[in-house]
């Protein structure tokens, strides 16, 4: 992140501990004028280091009380395989993140269920199904901790 100073580091902070804070909210907390940390804001927007807010959803509340971590090894290597298999599992709504590691897997997963027999019914009959699917391992999600991020 060259061309940053602290100020801006530490305004990073800030939003990454409540990324809904007004700019005159953060004003307030930096010692700094209002206009002053909105142009800072708007810098980063536009340098592309902030990339938006995100809502984050209570999934316990919504019902969703079970998250597994799947690894997927492919039965196959192939540029076409990877792009059926990533098309068929981003349609799967369950499926809240897909990523294409290195690895023992090619793919790490992160999939909601509203229980353990949900998520079976999720595994059998939608994800092993996928084109290309071999081995997996799963791995409940038993709690979690969200850290703010390197800064």
């Known amino acids: 992140m060259s061309g940053f100073d602290a100020t801006d580091h530490a305004l990073l902070r800030h939003l990454a501990g409540d990324a809904d804070q007004s700019a005159a909210a953060l004003a307030q907390l930096m010692g700094m004028s209002q206009p002053a940390v909105w142009r800072r ?37 192939g540029g076409m395989l990877l792009e ?43 994800i092993m199904a996928l084109p290309g699917a071999g081995d997996v391992e799963a791995n409940v999600l038993l709690s979690e901790e969200r850290r703010p991020g390197p800064l």
């Open 41 to 77: 804001l708007r810098r980063l927007e536009q340098s592309g280091v902030l990339k938006g807010q995100r809502l984050v959803l209570d999934r316990e509340k919504l019902g969703f009380g079970v998250t597994v971590f799947l690894g997927i090894k492919l039965s196959g290597k």
């Open 84 to 126: 059926d298999f990533e098309r068929a599992v981003t349609a799967i709504p369950e499926v809240q993140t897909v990523e294409h590691v290195l690895g023992m897997y090619d793919y790490r997963l992160r999939v909601v269920a509203r229980d353990i027999a949900d998520f079976e019914r999720i595994l059998r009959r939608r």
